[in-house]
């Protein structure tokens, strides 16, 4: 065991050992501090349904034992010789992705997210259901002093992810925007476009979450899964946000946009998405999609979030608990992220 009290020789953290199976205490190595490296200490981290569905193998790529977790706020502990910008005691976020090249041309203009080797947090590593986590420096993302720690994490993924399009689309405070699904990264998505300054239009299955969309952020809500209320939306949209992880009717949401809309995608669908182009032609709309945001897209949306003080609406479990937190992110229950709490 190292003399310096920061250096652990050993990380602790909550595995699966097989999918689907129920996480329990795990200690694994996690070998010499890179030169460009920062170790953080877990304070707080978010369980997203990526977590799930990666200890779930749904897509094909978990390893196990399988250490969740991608929405982290923490301390830096440890430096790596090389790191920027960062310092011991600073406290900071790490998301979906925790490292990519810095040569290649993604990176070079600031696409980071983009990087053809982009390092995942959890896709071949082990995430924040942990003591301790490793990553970049520069997606080691600074939180201002302004934000809560514990409800922060799920900024990290879900907020990026939603904040992002609103540069890369170059969103103006003038546009009509609809956003499909209010959950984890939907609830989100209102809240910001509000800030931003759009008319907000919220479509969700169930209307019963009519006063809550409102109150985070909505100007109206629709029915997503009822032909008529589409049909009277029709052409009054600039651009379409999809976070939910449902099949619906694509054609009919095609068609509440105006001249130029786009259909953006930032949440999973299950199925291919049926779509002739004879929707989008005419009136030269679009589809596109897009992962979570760049380091630099991060802090521009932590900044924005500080100032209008745009945090999401978390559950808050002990990490002791976290097998009970996932069977309520399973449930359906989440309104709308859990987030555990690394010190109980």
């Known amino acids: 065991m190292s003399a310096d009290p920061h250096v652990q020789d050993h990380f602790t953290g909550w595995a699966a050992m097989a999918p689907r199976a129920p996480?329990?205490?795990?200690?694994?190595?996690?070998?010499?501090?890179?030169?460009?490296?920062?170790?953080?200490?877990?304070?707080?981290?978010?369980?997203?349904?990526?977590?799930?569905?990666?200890?779930?193998?749904?897509?094909?790529?978990?390893?196990?034992?399988?250490?969740?977790?991608?929405?982290?706020?923490?301390?830096?502990?440890?430096?790596?010789?090389?790191?920027?910008?960062?310092?011991?005691?600073?406290?900071?976020?790490?998301?979906?992705?925790?490292g990519s090249?810095?040569?290649?041309?993604?990176?070079?203009?600031?696409?980071?997210?983009?990087?053809?080797?982009?390092?995942?947090?959890?896709?071949?590593?082990?995430?924040?259901?942990?003591?301790?986590?490793?990553?970049?420096?520069?997606w080691a993302i600074a939180l201002p002093d302004s934000l809560d720690p514990a409800l922060a994490g799920p900024l990290f993924c879900a907020g990026s992810t939603v904040f992002a399009p609103l540069l890369e689309l170059g969103v103006k405070p003038t546009d009509r925007v609809g956003v499909v699904g209010i959950g984890g990264l939907g609830h989100l998505a209102l809240g910001f476009l509000n800030a931003w300054g759009c008319e907000v239009t919220a479509f969700t299955s169930s209307l019963s979450k009519r006063e809550e969309a409102q109150?985070?952020?909505?100007?109206?809500?629709?029915?997503?899964?009822?032909?008529?209320?589409?049909?009277?939306?029709?052409?009054?949209?600039?651009?379409?946000?999809?976070?939910?992880?449902?099949?619906?009717?694509?054609?009919?949401?095609?068609?509440?946009?105006?001249?130029?809309?786009?259909?953006h995608f930032v949440g999973i669908v299950p199925s291919a998405i049926p779509v002739h182009v004879f929707n989008l032609i005419p009136r030269q709309r679009s589809l596109s999609g897009s992962p979570v945001g760049s380091p630099a897209s991060m802090a521009s949306m932590l900044a924005f979030c500080a100032r209008h003080q745009i945090l999401p609406q978390v559950e808050l479990f002990p990490m002791s608990q976290v097998?009970?937190?996932?069977?309520?992110?399973?449930?359906?229950?989440?309104?709308?992220?859990?987030?555990?709490?690394?010190s109980r």
């Open 101 to 138: 090249c810095m040569h290649c041309h993604s990176c070079m203009e600031g696409s980071h997210q983009l990087c053809g080797t982009v390092k995942p947090t959890i896709v071949g590593s082990n995430g924040g259901f942990a003591d301790r986590l490793r990553a970049h420096w520069a």
């Open 323 to 342: 097998n009970q937190a996932i069977d309520h992110l399973r449930a359906g229950k989440a309104r709308y992220r859990v987030v555990l709490d690394a």
């Open 215 to 263: 109150r985070l952020g909505a100007h109206r809500v629709l029915a997503s899964t009822d032909p008529e209320a589409l049909k009277a939306a029709a052409g009054s949209l600039d651009l379409l946000l999809v976070t939910a992880s449902a099949d619906l009717d694509w054609n009919a949401l095609i068609g509440t946009l105006a001249a130029k809309g786009r259909l």
């Open 23 to 98: 996480l329990e205490p795990y200690r694994f190595d996690p070998g010499p501090l890179g030169a460009e490296e920062v170790e953080v200490r877990v304070e707080y981290c978010g369980i997203c349904h990526s977590d799930q569905s990666m200890i779930d193998n749904e897509w094909g790529n978990a390893r196990f034992p399988f250490v969740p977790g991608h929405e982290v706020v923490g301390s830096v502990v440890r430096l790596g010789e090389q790191v920027r910008g960062l310092k011991l005691g600073q406290r900071v976020g790490i998301g979906w992705y925790k």
